[in-house]
């Protein structure tokens, strides 16, 4: 009795996370919405609706002016719309993926890979680096970054500059946030 009482209390800390645990969510779900190529709703049964924002990628929303560059109104437009446009053709409503939590950013499983990764390598995204917790996947983020951009892939190829505005643009926001805490 003793030892199932002990058992318990431990599995309860792990799950509310006290002291630092880090237990991952692993959840399957029914994806219900794309809002932008790295933003979506999903369905699970136990939990309801949640949001997954895909963890260390960034797309173009909208307009935006950095320190040293710009992206315009047009060309945010033009780049969101192909970015979605390869999002709706990669990951489907209504279909069943596996999604992992970390620190409210998710890990969203297309078949064997994560779409995380493949939307990166394939340069409808850049990586964003708001969330330091898994290091070693920004670090997978950033290869497949660069291999994008070397073979000017996806947005690369039309848009350089000004996905290379956007990087330079969310590293000197992400740095400012991580100064603040």
Same mark, same amino acid.
């Given at each position: ?7 318990? $209390? ?24 794309? &809002? ?6 999903? &369905?699970?049964?136990?939990?309801? $609706? ?28 033009? $780049? ?16 069943? &993926? ?18 995380? &990764? ?44 000004? #996905? ?6 969310? #590293? ?5 946030? $991580?100064?603040?805490?």
């Amino acid at each position: 009795m003793r030892v199932c009482i002990i058992g318990f $209390m431990l599995l309860w800390i792990c799950v509310n996370n006290l002291y630092g645990v880090i237990v991952p969510v692993s959840l399957q779900v029914l994806l219900k919405s794309i &809002y932008a190529p790295a933003l979506f709703s999903v &369905y699970n049964r136990d939990y309801g $609706m949640l949001y997954c924002e895909l963890y260390g990628v960034a797309s173009v929303a909208k307009a935006f002016k950095g320190e040293k560059c710009e992206v315009s109104a047009e060309s945010a437009r033009k $780049m969101r719309h192909f970015a979605m446009t390869y999002t709706r053709n990669k990951i489907f409503l209504e279909q069943q &993926y596996r999604i992992g939590y970390s620190n409210g950013w998710c890990f969203l499983q297309n078949g064997a890979n994560l779409f995380n &990764y493949e939307i990166v390598r394939d340069g409808y995204a850049i990586v964003q680096h708001f969330d330091t917790i898994a290091e070693n996947v920004l670090k997978d983020l950033e290869v497949l970054q660069s291999q994008a951009k070397a073979q000017k892939r996806g947005l690369w190829r039309e848009w350089g500059e000004e #996905m290379s505005c956007l990087k330079v643009t969310l #590293m000197e926001r992400a740095k400012e946030v $991580m100064e603040k805490e």
